[in-house]
Nanobody, 125 residues
């Protein structure tokens, strides 16, 4: 298990940018796949993107491709979500999640064993 703490959320106007950070404490961070998910009011939790331990394998949901970028700094035990060209429909609580060491990044939330508390992102029109 790892403990995850997200930060960087806030209120931004449409077309603006935010960078979310997720700092992990615990063992084997550099071997864990990391995911970003979001949940809007009244909706189910949605996969946003994932990254493997080395940062070489990255996936995104179609709706954020070319706008969002996931990266990680294993020396700092941190994963980032850079969000550009934000839209009102991106409004949600954003969560980072960690998978088991040596596993592959997955789209399903069930594949992740540790979750952060979430950070609110609100995009105004």
């Amino acid at each position: 298990q790892v403990q995850l703490v997200e930060s960087g959320g806030g209120l931004v106007q449409a077309e603006g940018s935010l960078r979310l950070s997720c700092v992990a404490s615990g063992r084997l961070f550099s071997w864990r796949p990391m995911g970003w998910f979001r949940q809007a009011p009244g909706k189910e939790r949605e996969f946003v993107g994932s990254i493997d331990g080395s940062g070489g394998q990255i996936k995104y949901v179609e709706s954020v491709k070319d706008r969002f970028t996931i990266s990680r700094d294993n020396a700092k035990n941190t994963v980032y979500l850079q969000m550009n060209s934000l839209k009102p429909e991106d409004t949600a609580v954003y969560y980072c999640a960690a998978g088991s060491p040596f596993s592959q990044p997955q789209i399903s939330a069930d594949a992740y064993t540790s979750w952060g508390q979430g950070t609110q992102v609100t995009v105004s029109s």
